[in-house]
């Protein structure tokens, strides 16, 4: 760990500064908060100030502890959805230093997949210095028909259905297919998304659209993909 770039991030009294014992409070609870963030869950950090004249020679002394590792990973309401998918989204593997960005990252992008309506983490620790981690989720509905009726001066009725599977060959890809009616028209749309494109964290997107359109004195075709 890089503690003095470390300290010199965090503390808020900086060399010619003003001296303030709020800021010097503030300061200590800072050097622990990020070495907490790092995996040192016992951080203990003590201060003392000497004043010479005009100047405060503020010294800082840090016992970290042991440095806390991600340990084993337990899921609740996992029930439908591949568990394969939800650990791909983790930005965290088991001896990791221990890290709250980590595990904030994780549920951010466990949200994203449009698979869970709710999820949450937890931890505790063991006498090994592991920390068990705890993900509950709330499933969403994965797959589900919309249908949209309408009305317009020029097409008069017209009627949209549209399928959405959020977990499509239970691979965690999203797909969508979709017609348009009318009197007027006719529009099939399809849309795919790959969010871990070869393993990767590169999402992938693929759409394609078909229209006709036929009115009096004229009729076109049109196919578009991306």
Sequence with gaps: LPAAELLDAVLPLKSSGPWSPAAADLGAQSVASAFRNRGWLEVRVSTSAEAAGSS???RVQISTGPLYRIGETRYEGVET???RIVERELDYK?????SPRALYRSQSR????RFFDEVWTRISTTSAKTVIVEISVKER???YLKAVAGFGSEEKERLSLVLTYHNFLNRGYQAEAAVNRSRIWLEYRGEFTNRDFFGTRIEQSTRFTWRRDDRSG???ESTQGR
């Design 218 to 220: 004229y009729y076109t």
């Design 94 to 98: 088991i001896g990791d230093p221990y």
């Design 81 to 83: 959805v591949n568990r």
């Design 110 to 113: 466990l949200y994203k997949t």
């Design 56 to 58: 405060v020679t503020w």
């Design 141 to 143: 509905r994965l797959k």
